[in-house]
């Protein structure tokens, strides 16, 4: 039987036969957020990352993604849901600080550019790391365009408490412990992949986009209806950064990335990098002694592969990190799947947070069987169904190849999540976790609540297109965050943080560097 379709799993039964249920408490959480700065008449930013925000290449917490103007903000991982967002709420508010007269862009399809060229690649220095960093947005660039490359998203950290592991292991004492942790997080990999389709419909939030997201892809127009002059959309979407106008591309359609192994995951990855791909052969790698992409291969580095969840291990400086887990194991899994928040300050609120843990432990603790080819694209199919349709009546997914209604498959979801929610509430006021599950049976029930549904009235009641609500709410998120002034202790904190980045970076620029084009030969022959 796959994922939540028995009434009950061996793994929290074991748990809560030996009284070890408490294990399950205490995973450490990490946010990444992505925000597009934008100007105060409503443009993309166009200036360089603030200087007093620290080096993009050296800050382990204020950095950018794509462009210039994309700022990632970063939580270290704390243990209590609440300790993430507090650190992430401040982050917001020392941002705030630094910024002149721009706001950052609490949605996440991106408003507010006129085509590629007005939207600014990261640049990350003169190093050959910050170098490569930057040489690997042009090759993105060449292949998909920017526009794309501007959709925002926040990421959610998971690491599993290590004395679950352990106690996890005794029922396997045949396997090492590293074995049984890297079997364990590509498990709960394998079953987010199919049900991570829950995510879309209870928290995307991108049912509409600007038509000028299309300049560069004028065909794809034809797929959406016009909500007004200037706004695409489909009427029952939920997260259209997560549907095929996103990071969907036929070459990486065309990928069979093994989740059923640690070893058949960095093998695939690894083939999939060293693999020519014949139309970015044309667009070249160096054309008149200028770096048009790292290579012309299916994907330059593992980061270009698009996928819902990732297992991560921290790599050390220049080390590849397929390289990093087939060294070191999994460490933690990287959800990607999330919308901004647009009515959010900070993009995600404490319940979202703790419902999201309660879903990636509910994950782990199922049978996970190994997923074949066609049962990816089963999993691709739910995603896009509910990315594009999700919140329309009586729609169908498949589910062990039988269809069934998204509302009785979520059901069975939450009520298996009920028994991991109620024991993560212990030693917790208020039962925080059932409550967090408790306010998604609302969304179930009633679409009209999900945040998808809420942007399209308020953009409907408002009368403003997409782009002008999504900058009337960062608007108004922005006055809130900048009238709550940081604590001192913060500040010293940041502003430390960015004087120490901007020495780390002189540092690393002020050495000796081999020439470019050696430096990616040794990267890329690491193995």
């Not at 998120?477 to 502003?495: I, N, Q, T, W, Y």
Request: with cysteine.
């Amino acid at each position: 039987m796959t994922l939540l379709n028995s009434e009950t799993y061996a793994r929290l039964n074991q748990l809560l036969a030996n009284g070890q249920q408490h294990h399950l408490s205490g995973g450490l959480k990490g946010i990444e957020k992505e925000s597009l700065r934008i100007s105060d008449k409503g443009f993309i930013a166009q200036t360089t990352h603030p200087k007093s925000l620290g080096s993009a290449l050296t800050h382990p917490y204020i950095t950018t993604d794509y462009s210039e103007a994309l700022i990632e903000l970063i939580t270290p991982p704390f243990a209590d849901i609440e300790d993430t967002l507090s650190y992430m709420h401040k982050l917001h508010q020392f941002v705030y600080e630094q910024l002149d007269h721009e706001i950052l862009l609490g949605a996440s399809m991106p408003c507010g550019f006129d085509g590629d060229e007005s939207i600014p690649i990261a640049d990350y220095g003169s190093s050959n790391i910050g170098r490569m960093k930057h040489v690997y947005r042009h090759g993105l660039w060449h292949r998909y365009g920017r526009t794309m490359q501007a959709i925002a998203g926040i990421h959610f950290n998971y690491s599993v408490p290590p004395s679950l592991w352990q106690v996890l292991h005794q029922e396997r004492p045949d396997i090492s412990l590293e074995q049984l942790t890297n079997e364990g997080y590509f498990g709960l990999i394998r079953n987010f992949q199919r049900i991570g389709w829950i995510i879309l419909y209870l928290f995307g939030a991108s049912p509409a986009i600007c038509k000028n997201f299309f300049k560069t892809r004028p065909a794809l127009m034809d797929k959406f209806e016009e909500f007004d002059n200037g706004t695409l959309f489909h009427p029952y979407a939920t997260s259209l950064r997560m549907s095929d106008i996103g990071y969907k591309s036929k070459n990486q359609a065309s990928l069979n990335i093994d989740y059923n192994s640690l070893e058949g995951y960095v093998s695939s990855l690894g083939q999939a990098i060293a693999t020519p791909y014949p139309e970015y052969e044309q667009i070249g790698v160096k054309v008149g002694g200028e770096y048009r992409q790292l290579n012309s291969n299916i994907l330059q580095i593992e980061n270009e592969f698009y996928s819902i969840i990732r297992p991560k291990q921290i790599a050390e400086s220049g080390e590849k990190p397929t390289l990093a887990l087939k060294r070191r194991g999994v460490r933690y899994v990287e959800m990607r799947s999330l919308d901004l928040d647009v009515f959010e300050p900070i993009g995600i609120n404490p319940n979202t947070a703790r419902f999201i843990e309660a879903l990636l432990l509910t994950c782990l603790l199922n049978d996970s069987p190994p997923i074949s080819q066609a049962d990816h694209h089963i999993n691709n199919a739910n995603q896009l169904a509910v990315a594009n349709f999700g919140r329309k009546p009586g729609l169908e997914l498949v589910r062990d190849n039988h269809k069934i209604t998204l509302t009785a498959w979520a059901g069975d979801v939450f009520a298996a999540m009920q028994p991991v929610c109620e024991i993560l509430d212990q030693d917790q006021n208020g039962n925080p976790y059932s409550a967090a599950l408790a306010a998604q049976y609302e969304l179930l029930a009633n679409p009209d609540l999900t945040p998808s549904a809420r942007v399209l009235a308020n953009m409907r009641l408002s009368g403003q297109p997409f782009s002008k609500f999504a900058q009337t709410m960062s608007a108004q998120h922005a006055k809130g965050l900048s009238a709550d002034p940081l604590d001192e202790v913060a500040r010293k904190l940041f502003v430390d943080m960015a004087k120490e980045s901007q020495s780390k970076q002189q540092q690393l620029e002020s050495k000796p560097q081999i020439p470019f084009d050696d430096f990616l030969q040794h990267y890329f022959a690491q193995h």
